[in-house]
């Protein structure tokens, strides 16, 4: 393919790793008219949680940003999977929501979030611009740092 992403992830040499199976009763990915909703990804790394713990307490804010970095890569992952292996279809990232494990005390969601929002920046450039919310909660599932769900537009 020829496409912006495509052409981007080589750019930058970044191999998407495969999109990873649903944990329970969901689906990882669903299309509805324009818009693919990416069901929460969590950082996944060869089929293991890669950064597991709080933010702030187990993993340091920059692990907790790598991980929120690598979330996004595995959105990506499965919105390949929802164009079929066609980035062309993908017009813009709409909204990102970030999930991060974290104590009460932790206030640095915003900032760890932000691992994933630069990743899509960085290979969608100007429609990778999306609405995002970025919460701490007290747990993830698989005890993971972050979790990331995903609304991107395709035509």
């Known amino acids: 393919m020829n496409d912006p992403i495509t052409r981007k992830l080589e750019e930058l040499n970044i191999k998407l790793p495969p999109a990873a199976p649903p944990a329970a009763s969901y689906l990882p990915w669903l299309q509805s008219g324009n818009l693919v ?9 060869e089929g293991k949680i890669k950064y ?13 940003i790598a991980a929120a970095r690598l979330c996004a890569l595995n959105a990506f992952s499965q ?5 079929g292996g066609d980035f062309s279809k993908v017009r813009r990232c709409v909204r990102l929501g970030g999930f991060v494990n974290a104590p009460a005390d932790f206030d640095k969601h915003p900032a760890i979030v932000n691992g994933a929002s630069e990743t899509v920046l960085e290979i969608m450039g100007e429609p990778g611009r999306h609405a995002r919310v970025a919460v701490g909660v007290s747990n993830l599932p698989f005890n993971a740092a972050v979790e990331l769900e995903a609304l991107f537009e395709v035509s």
């Open 37 to 45: 909703f990416i069901s929460g990804q969590l950082p996944m790394d």
């Open 52 to 64: 597991a713990g709080k933010v702030g307490v187990d993993v340091t804010p920059d692990e907790g």
């Open 79 to 83: 919105l390949r999977e929802a164009t």
